[in-house]
């Protein structure tokens, strides 16, 4: 699909936390945005188009804000567009600026996702102001309950799955939760949201943003730190419910997965992706994805968490940030899984760096798990041929 | 015009407004925000496919479209198989048993947002009707909720018929229609084989 390849050349996040009341929504973005542009050292002025993406606006009650964000983001005259796919936007976001690049249209592009949670109230946008709001954990909570019927897996892999990536939370000073005492008993003995879902497995509600640069082959060489490249970019959904669906493994999610190994040119996931930042705001969505992307294969997902295999030092590392359980800025959640793929291949992911990451998978999906972006980033354009 | 009546935003409750005043007591500390209620009153008009749908439910059925290449079966009906992509008609309409098993639940622990109601923690079930037909976001009520679990075979409860609405119907119904129905109570009847819903979530 890709006519010329795309780079990503500069990364920046804020810090996420529950509430960021030194800084306003304009303030919010331009924070990610500039340290964006100062990671490829690039001015405003040397970016051609601004794609800007966040979830829902009943979440802050701010409007269009892609309207009164021009400004903040230094889109005055020139071209500005703002992406929606519910949780997965951020991805999709990325997605359409890379795409931007691949086609020759813009050069340099700049894309940014946010979400500021405190200034509003998600859960009574998420339930239209009426009364009985189920939360997103009420949607998922079945289908979790059927893939621990289906699979067999023991009760304490959703445990094992909040600990592994709140302990790797801690080695990223940009996440929102820090819980250095986390436990299998904290988690366990925490409230129940959701049965089965217990407090602390699910995501916290953050204020944050992230943004990147992404330009083509020509401005990835002059950039002055290493680029993470591209590989492949995929993007399906599906309609949220109706008779027969597969909520445990949509069929969006597998056809999305296929699209983007086969653009990269990947054979064998499980071989040859180094790092992957999935999208697990409830824990039993990591043994889910890794079934549901063919990582792993029918039931045996929850054993790569048992066996270690998912941790920052197992042999196919999940979420080493702390991912979308320890920051959810939700608007910002699948952007950051694509800003943290790009950050390992980079090498630059500092104390949650993977060892000898050369192609990373991010993956964000959204609304009744049915919107799905995905990419594979490398450390070169060759970083998976390298690796048959 | 046959639009059902939407029933009025919620005003912002003065109990609740001053117990939010109460919460800022620190006279010294910085204004860093103010809460500022918002009312949108809309009314939809509900298509055509759904309108029977809201009718049926004022006189105690339930309808569903019955897919003419695939058979899926869809209630409330949306006028066209969106997996085959092809319309659905009357011709295409079909009652729907009013009893049958819970496939799934949730057990949600409710987040005490503007304008919500409930306190406890309460279930939502999804059903896989006798015959076909499926309906997520279902009550039980007067269930205990640890007594909620798969296989339970359940049968409508109408809202009585002097209380009976459909306000609540919209076009983007998965099926909830609490003004008209007013949950599912056990049959009594052993529960169903697994093999019959484990794989039905929904
Ligand atoms: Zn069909």
Same mark, same amino acid.
């Given at each position: 699909?890709? #006519?010329?390849?795309?780079?990503?050349?500069?990364?920046?996040?804020?810090?996420?936390?529950?509430?960021?009341?030194?800084?306003?929504?304009?303030?919010?973005?331009?924070?990610?945005?500039?340290?964006?542009?100062?990671? /490829?050292?690039?001015?405003?002025?040397?970016?051609?188009?601004?794609?800007?993406?966040?979830?829902?606006?009943?979440?802050?009650?701010?409007?269009?804000?892609?309207?009164?964000? /021009?400004?903040?983001?230094?889109?005055?005259?020139?071209?500005?567009?703002?992406?929606?796919?519910?949780?997965?936007?951020?991805?999709?976001?990325?997605?359409?600026?890379?795409?931007?690049?691949?086609?020759?249209?813009?050069?340099?592009?700049?894309?940014?996702?946010?979400?500021?949670?405190?200034?509003?109230?998600?859960?009574?946008?998420?339930?239209?102001?009426?009364?009985?709001?189920?939360?997103?954990?009420?949607?998922?909570?079945?289908?979790?309950?059927?893939?621990?019927?289906?699979?067999?897996?023991?009760?304490?892999?959703?445990?094992?799955?909040?600990?592994?990536?709140?302990?790797?939370?801690?080695?990223?000073?940009?996440?929102?939760?820090?819980?250095?005492?986390?436990?299998?008993?904290? *988690?366990?003995?925490?409230?129940?949201?959701?049965?089965?879902?217990?407090?602390?497995?699910?995501?916290?509600?953050?204020?944050?943003?992230?943004?990147? *640069?992404?330009?083509?082959?020509?401005?990835?060489?002059?950039?002055?730190?290493?680029?993470?490249?591209?590989?492949?970019?995929?993007?399906?959904?599906?309609?949220?419910?109706?008779?027969?669906?597969?909520?445990?493994?949509?069929?969006?999610?597998?056809?999305?997965?296929?699209?983007?190994?086969? /653009?990269?040119?990947?054979?064998?996931?499980?071989?040859?992706?180094?790092?992957?930042?999935?999208?697990?705001?409830?824990?039993?969505?990591?043994?889910?994805?890794?079934?549901?992307?063919?990582?792993?294969?029918?039931?045996?997902?929850?054993?790569?968490?048992?066996?270690?295999?998912?941790?920052?030092?197992?042999?196919?590392?999940?979420?080493?940030?702390?991912?979308?359980?320890?920051?959810?800025?939700?608007?910002?959640?699948?952007?950051?899984?694509?800003?943290?793929?790009?950050?390992?291949?980079?090498?630059?992911?500092?104390?949650?760096?993977?060892?000898?990451?050369?192609?990373?998978?991010?993956?964000?999906?959204?609304?009744?798990?049915?919107?799905?972006?995905?990419?594979?980033?490398?450390?070169?354009?060759?970083?998976?041929?390298?690796?048959? | 015009?046959?639009?059902?009546?939407?029933?009025?935003?919620?005003?912002?409750?003065?109990?609740?407004?001053? /117990?939010?005043?109460?919460?800022?007591?620190?006279?010294?500390?910085?204004?860093?925000?103010?809460?500022?209620?918002?009312?949108?009153?809309?009314?939809?008009?509900?298509?055509?496919?759904?309108?029977?749908?809201?009718?049926?439910?004022?006189?105690?059925?339930?309808?569903?479209?019955?897919?003419?290449?695939?058979?899926?079966?869809? #209630?409330?009906?949306?006028?066209?198989?969106?997996?085959?992509?092809?319309?659905?008609?009357?011709?295409?309409?079909?009652?729907?048993?009013?009893?049958?098993?819970?496939?799934?639940?949730?057990? *949600?622990?409710? *987040?005490?947002?503007?304008?919500?109601?409930?306190?406890?923690?309460?279930?939502?079930?999804?059903?896989?009707?006798?015959?076909?037909?499926?309906?997520?976001?279902?009550?039980?009520?007067?269930?205990?909720?640890?007594?909620?679990?798969?296989?339970?075979?359940?049968?409508?409860?109408?809202?009585?018929?002097?209380?009976?609405?459909?306000?609540?119907?919209?076009?983007?119904?998965?099926?909830?229609?609490?003004?008209?129905?007013?949950?599912?109570?056990?049959?009594?009847?052993?529960?169903?084989?697994?093999?019959?819903?484990?794989?039905?979530?929904?």
């Amino acid at each position: 699909m890709s #006519s010329q390849p795309a780079a990503v050349i500069g990364i920046g996040q804020t810090k996420h936390k529950k509430k960021r009341d030194d800084v306003s929504l304009p303030g919010l973005v331009r924070e990610a945005a500039q340290r964006a542009l100062d990671d /490829a050292e690039l001015n405003w002025t040397d970016i051609d188009a601004v794609v800007l993406g966040k979830a829902p606006d009943p979440f802050e009650g701010v409007m269009m804000p892609e309207l009164s964000m /021009a400004d903040a983001l230094g889109a005055n005259g020139k071209p500005m567009m703002r992406v929606h796919t519910a949780g997965s936007v951020g991805g999709s976001t990325a997605l359409v600026a890379t795409h931007l690049v691949q086609t020759g249209v813009h050069e340099r592009v700049l894309t940014v996702a946010y979400e500021k949670q405190a200034e509003g109230n998600a859960q009574w946008g998420l339930a239209g102001g009426r009364s009985g709001g189920m939360g997103a954990g009420g949607i998922f909570a079945p289908w979790m309950r059927t893939y621990i019927n289906k699979s067999g897996a023991p009760e304490d892999i959703g445990w094992k799955v909040a600990v592994k990536d709140r302990q790797n939370a801690c080695k990223n000073p940009y996440a929102h939760l820090h819980l250095p005492d986390i436990s299998i008993e904290k *988690v366990k003995e925490s409230p129940m949201l959701w049965d089965p879902i217990h407090f602390l497995e699910s995501c916290p509600s953050s204020d944050g943003a992230v943004a990147m *640069v992404l330009t083509n082959e020509a401005g990835a060489k002059k950039a002055p730190r290493k680029p993470a490249w591209v590989l492949g970019t995929a993007m399906r959904s599906e309609l949220g419910t109706f008779p027969g669906r597969d909520t445990v493994r949509p069929l969006a999610g597998v056809e999305c997965a296929h699209m983007v190994y086969d /653009a990269a040119g990947i054979t064998n996931p499980r071989e040859q992706i180094d790092i992957a930042e999935l999208y697990v705001p409830f824990s039993w969505y990591e043994p889910m994805w890794l079934e549901g992307h063919d990582i792993a294969g029918p039931g045996e997902g929850w054993r790569m968490v048992e066996d270690g295999s998912t941790q920052i030092t197992g042999d196919f590392p999940v979420n080493p940030s702390g991912g979308v359980l320890s920051s959810n800025p939700i608007g910002a959640s699948g952007m950051l899984r694509f800003a943290e793929a790009a950050l390992q291949v980079r090498g630059e992911a500092g104390e949650h760096q993977v060892a000898d990451a050369h192609v990373g998978l991010a993956q964000a999906y959204g609304g009744a798990a049915q919107y799905f972006a995905m990419w594979v980033v490398g450390s070169s354009l060759d970083a998976v041929d390298a690796k048959k | 015009m046959t639009d059902a009546k939407q029933p009025d935003a919620k005003q912002p409750d003065a109990k609740q407004l001053a /117990a939010k005043q109460e919460e800022a007591v620190d006279p010294s500390a910085p204004v860093t925000g103010m809460d500022y209620f918002m009312k949108l009153e809309y009314h939809e008009l509900l298509c055509p496919v759904v309108r029977e749908f809201a009718d049926a439910l004022m006189d105690k059925r339930l309808i569903g479209h019955k897919c003419p290449k695939c058979g899926l079966i869809y #209630s409330p009906p949306r006028g066209y198989c969106p997996i085959c992509t092809v319309q659905t008609t009357k011709a295409d309409e079909i009652e729907i048993q009013t009893h049958g098993i819970v496939t799934n639940y949730t057990v *949600v622990t409710p *987040v005490q947002y503007y304008g919500q109601e409930e306190t406890e923690p309460f279930a939502k079930v999804s059903l896989q009707l006798d015959g076909g037909g499926t309906l997520s976001l279902q009550d039980l009520p007067g269930v205990p909720v640890e007594q909620v679990h798969p296989g339970m075979r359940v049968e409508i409860v109408w809202a009585p018929d002097d209380e009976r609405h459909v306000d609540d119907v919209t076009n983007r119904s998965w099926g909830s229609a609490e003004g008209a129905i007013r949950g599912w109570k056990p049959t009594g009847e052993a529960d169903a084989d697994p093999s019959e819903y484990s794989d039905k979530t929904f």
